[in-house]
T-cell receptor, first 109, second 118 residues
Framework: QKEVEQNSGPLSVPEGAIASLNCTYS??????FFWYRQYSGKSPELIMF????GDKEDGRFTAQLNKASQYVSLLIRDSQPSDSATYLCAAPGNTPLVFGKGTRLSVIA | NAGVTQTPKFRILKIGQSMTLQCTQD?????MYWYRQDPGMGLKLIYYSVGAGITDKGEVPNGYNVSRSTTEDFPLRLELAAPSQTSVYFC?????????????????FGQGTRLTVV
């Protein structure tokens, strides 16, 4: 069974700080990686995807991928209380989409 | 675009009853999934399908059954409901292609079904 590991948290950061969320995966065949945000009681929604080694930036969000280390991370700059949610990492590989258990982020005003 | 549509949104079942959760997608995705999410926990894969007529077990299949007769529909059947099946159920779909670089699109989720078994 392919695995995706995340620190479940909770991770608490003050408003305006950088939140760093991490994910490791076991399937070296995975080509693409997804970060989802899930607010309490809602469906997960995609916020970032990354295919290539290195960084990908989208507004306040930066995804970082290191395929050699099988490690993907999400940085949230200038964290806002509205960023408080659970963040799920997903790595498809060549199997069904596997999600990590999610990291709960709390941004404190 | 409807995306992934799940019905019903809420349901209360008595122990021992059966029901079917409906899921339909209109994006011509080959992969479809059923997940359950217990309070404060992550997504657990129940069953998935790679195309019409093909289904496979996920992490927690006991007590559930699925079928995939068309590309669009992937219903989840609960037989003999138990309190342990109280959860939020999400249906999702994605597209995977093979060849030299197999890969997935993102998964699109339905709105979820909140099921309580009493």
């Amino acid at each position: 069974q392919k695995e995706v590991e995340q620190n479940s948290g909770p991770l608490s950061v003050p408003e305006g700080a950088i939140a760093s969320l991490n994910c490791t995966y076991s399937d070296r065949g995975s080509q693409s990686f997804f970060w989802y945000r899930q607010y309490s009681g809602k469906s997960p929604e995609l916020i970032m995807f990354i295919y290539s080694n290195g960084d990908k930036e989208d507004g306040r969000f930066t995804a970082q991928l290191n395929k050699a280390s099988q490690y993907v991370s999400l940085l949230i700059r200038d964290s806002q209380p509205s960023d408080s949610a659970t963040y799920l990492c997903a790595a498809p590989g060549n199997t069904p989409l596997v999600f990590g258990k999610g990291t709960r982020l709390s941004v404190i005003a | 675009n409807a995306g992934v549509t799940q019905t019903p949104k809420f349901r209360i079942l008595k122990i021992g009853q059966s029901m079917t959760l409906q899921c339909t997608q209109d994006m011509n995705h080959n992969y479809m999934y059923w997940y359950r999410q217990d309070p404060g926990m992550g997504l657990k894969l129940i069953y998935y399908s790679v195309g019409a007529g093909i289904t496979d077990k996920g992490e927690v299949p006991n007590g559930y059954n699925v079928s995939r007769s068309t590309t669009e529909d992937f219903p989840l059947r609960l037989e003999l409901a138990a309190p342990s099946q109280t959860s939020v159920y999400f249906c999702a779909s994605s597209y995977m292609w093979g060849g030299r670089g197999y890969d997935h699109t993102e998964a699109f989720f339905g709105q979820g079904t909140r099921l309580t078994v009493v």
